[in-house]
C-alpha cells in the first residue's frame, strides 16, 4: 500500500503470563501490518496501555519495535504521564532509539487549565531532541486541548502535529488554518470514508490492528475513487466497533482473542482486566461479521 494516505496502526502490547513482552508477538503484530501496507505505528499508546506497563517491559517494547520495524513504516511512540517530570523522564528513556516521534497524552489525574498545558508541551518541546506531538483524547484524560491552545503549541518548532481522539469538528479549524504546516492526524474510525473522500489523509488507531485488510481496502478504494467499496468497508468497520465496544468480555481481552486467531501471540490486556471466558470466545468466534473477518484467511491459534 504505497500511497500518499497514511494509515498509522496504534499498536496493541502482547504480554507474557509475567507480563513481560511477549516477543514473538511484538513480532508477528508488526509482520502483520506491514504485510498489509500499514505505513506508521504508535507504539505503547492508549491501545498499547503503556501507563500500565512494567518499566522494563515499556523500555523492551520501544527498543526492539525500532529495531523489527527497521525504519520500514514511520514509528512514533507513546511518553505521555501525569507530570511534566514524569513524561520527560520518558522521553529520555526513548529518545536514545531511531524514532519518528513521541506523542504525548495531555497530564491526566489532576486537572490543568489551558495555560498550564502550553507550558507543559512547550517545555517538553524545548527539551526533547525528537520531534513531540500532541495528543488529545479528553474522553479518557478529562482534559480538553482546546483550539486556541492547539494553535498556539503548534508554532513551536519541534511540535510538529496532533493526534486527536475526540470528534473532528473540534479540530476542523486547525486543519484548516495550518494544515499544510502541522499535521493533524485523526482518529475518527467511524467516519473514515466521510473523511477519505474529503481528502484528510492522516488516520491512526488501534482497531486497524484487527483488520488490516480493511484497512488497506479502504485505502485502496480512495484512491481508485470507489466510494461504493469505501462505505461497504465503513458500515463492516462500524458493526466490529460496535461489537467490540458492547461484547460481554473486557474490551482488550477481545482484542486478544482476536489477534491470537491471526496468528499472533501473547495477552493484550493486562492485570485486573478479566480474561475472556472459552464459552465468550466460542460466541465471539460463531458471529456472522467474526466470521467474515477471517474469510479467505487460515485460522491460525496462538497462545
Known sequence: MTSSIKMITALGTPLTPEEDLHVEGLEAHLQDQLDHGINGFLVAGTMGLMQLLKESTYRDLVARSVAYNAGRAELLVGVGDTSYVRTLERIRMVEEYDIDGVVALAPFFIKYSQSDLIDYYQSLADASSRPLFLYDLPQTTGTKLEVATVMQLAQHPNIQGIKCSDHFVTIRPVLDAIGDEFRVI?????????????????????????????????VTATEGEDWETLAAVQQDLSALLTLLQTFSAPLFSTVTALLNRRGIPGNFAPRPMRPITEAEEAALFEMPLVKKMFAGKAVTTAE
Open 186 to 218: 485523526v482518529a475518527q474510525p467511524t467516519l473514515m470514508d466521510v473523511l477519505l473522500r474529503a481528502g484528510v489523509r492522516e488516520h491512526l488507531d488501534g482497531i486497524y490492528g484487527v483488520v488490516p485488510e480493511w484497512i488497506a481496502a479502504m
